[in-house]
């Protein structure tokens, strides 16, 4: 089974920065790790391909199962790249997930009819149980024993029950950075080459309730994130592997645990690599 995960091209400009898709890039290791091989990540933000390369190389792939990401301020353009999808070959099962879909299931499948599922929450054991539940068979039966996923029945909105999240992050892989060209990610936090620098995530939620922000609702104000040897483990690779040496750490507190950041930078210290990195925070976690 070919699996394809799409993210068309986003806002850029001169001083615009850029780093992957980083549900993608986890959801892929799982699925290899679980016997799937024929991964494909189409980037095209980073690859510079204009809409009409991005629809060759769909074609050219030719996937089974064809996954995208939404957030609220790209969503028509995800529905559009999925109403493509489906031109091209309408037996391409078309899968969507992110932030939107998974807060407003009902909403997006009911405006966009090709999009053939929603994964609610987490990707990685949802996508990996649908994909699978498709390979055997394409029988209803069997994919509404999937947990964390919706569609339409016509016109009737379906939802499966909802999926717990994964509690122990260091049991998921390490993110597969192999289907991205980590050399075209960049980034302008830093006083250095652009190219340098990379964004990088090692916890998920947040417990607070901001009224401008979706993370509490999205992670039921919880927080989870992998241990500090994990989290110097992956920058260990982007710095050596990649040139990567300028990181932004995308957690969405990264203080949330005072042991754990305490831990990360003993860590840090003692695999000797020579970085930089930025965090975020809330004023009262300082």
Not at 7 to 15: E, K
Not at 77 to 90: G, H, N, V
């Amino acid at each position: 089974m070919k699996i394809l995960f799409i993210d068309p091209s986003l806002r850029t400009g001169i001083a615009y920065k850029y780093t992957p898709n980083s549900g993608y890039l986890y959801m892929a290791a799982y699925l290899k790790e679980k016997g799937f091989s024929q991964i494909k990540i189409i980037d095209n933000t980073a690859s510079g391909f204009s809409w009409e390369q991005m629809i060759r190389e769909i074609r050219d792939f030719g996937p089974d199962v064809a996954a995208t990401s939404s957030v609220a301020p790209d969503i028509y353009k995800r529905m559009l790249l999925m109403k493509e999808i489906k031109r091209i070959d309408p037996s391409i099962t078309t899968v969507i997930g992110g932030r939107h879909a998974s807060l407003v299931p009902e909403e997006v499948l009911a405006i966009c009819r090709e999009i053939d599922y929603a994964v609610i929450g987490e990707g990685e054991e949802t996508f990996f149980e649908l994909v699978n539940a498709l390979k055997i068979s394409f029988e209803r039966p069997k994919i509404e024993k999937v947990r964390g996923i919706a569609w339409m029945s016509g016109d009737v909105f379906c939802r499966t029950e909802a999926r717990d999240f994964i509690q122990d992050l260091d049991a998921l892989p390490m993110p597969d950075y192999s289907l991205v060209p980590v050399n075209k990610y960049k980034a302008y936090d830093f006083p250095d080459n652009p190219y340098r620098a990379m964004g990088v995530t090692f916890s998920r939620g947040c417990r607070h309730g901001c009224i401008f922000c979706q993370e509490g609702i999205f992670y039921n104000f919880r927080e989870r994130s992998r241990g500090a040897e994990n989290m110097v483990a992956e920058l260990c690779l982007l710095n050596r592997k990649y040139g990567k040496r300028n990181f932004i750490i995308g957690d969405n507190n990264f203080f949330f645990d005072k042991q754990r950041s305490l831990k990360f930078l003993s860590e840090l210290k003692k695999s000797g690599i020579k970085i930089n990195f930025g965090i975020l925070t809330r004023l009262d976690s300082l």
